[in-house]
């Protein structure tokens, strides 16, 4: 069972480039999220989606954009890289979410490194 | 927005002593909290998830308590080794801490 897959594990953009963070999950879950780490900081949210063809900003959505055309997809893209998004991206999946009551347990890819020069 | 706050943000013990870990946050609403824990350039492991209806979930070694009226959750390591070395997360709501960073001391 591999859970939330994340691709790639590490990349180096150059500024103003583009690239697509990819996440996939095998869990059938409605819910899902794309987070940033910086170093010494908690995780800060991006973009959520509550299922097919909902998505909806979160803290941070700036920079960036998302889409969901499948259950399993949410890929993340960067548009004109910047320093600023250097960090380290997070994808997770739930089986419910905020809109349901109670947020389900959280299942987390193993993480993204983005280093933009 | 919601905030989440950890404190410590930093923790060094010596091997075996007890570890509590705090996690609080802005409002005493209805939803489940999670502890994850996260090793230096790693992802997050999932330790406990206390659901709202719940007051403390346990497993093995860690227990986890929640009080809604209050708006904290604490996170006990009973008898640390250094293998607890690690940063300790919380989340309430879809947002994070900023961790509390252990140390167990061998």
């Known amino acids: 069972n591999a859970g939330v897959t994340q691709t790639p594990k590490f990349r180096i953009l150059k500024i103003g480039q583009s690239m697509t963070l990819q996440c996939t999950q095998d869990m059938n879950h409605n819910y899902m999220y794309w987070y940033r780490q910086d170093p010494g900081m908690g995780l800060k949210l991006i973009y959520y989606s509550v299922g097919a063809g909902i998505t909806d900003k979160g803290e941070v959505p700036n920079g960036y954009n998302v889409s969901r055309s499948t259950t399993e997809d949410f890929p993340l893209r960067l548009e004109l890289a910047a320093p600023s998004q250097t960090s380290v991206y997070f994808c997770?999946?739930?089986?419910?979410?905020?809109?349901?009551?109670?947020?389900?347990?959280?299942?987390f890819g193993e993480g993204s490194r983005l280093t933009v020069l | 927005k919601q905030e989440v706050t950890q404190i410590p943000a930093a923790l060094s013990v010596p091997e075996g002593e007890n570890l509590v870990l705090n996690c609080s946050f802005t409002d005493s609403a209805i939803y489940n909290l999670q502890w994850f824990r996260q090793d230096p350039g790693k992802g997050l492991t999932s330790l406990l998830l206390?659901?709202?209806?719940?007051r403390e979930q346990t497993s093995g070694r860690l227990n986890a308590s929640l009080d809604k009226s209050s708006g904290r959750s604490t996170l006990y390591i009973a008898a640390s080794q250094p293998g607890d070395s690690a940063t300790y997360l919380c989340t309430y709501k879809l947002s994070f801490g900023a961790g509390t960073t252990v140390t167990v001391r061998a």
């Open positions: 997770a999946s739930s089986y419910s979410g905020l809109a349901g009551g109670n947020t389900g347990e959280l299942f």
């Open positions: 206390i659901q709202s209806s719940q």
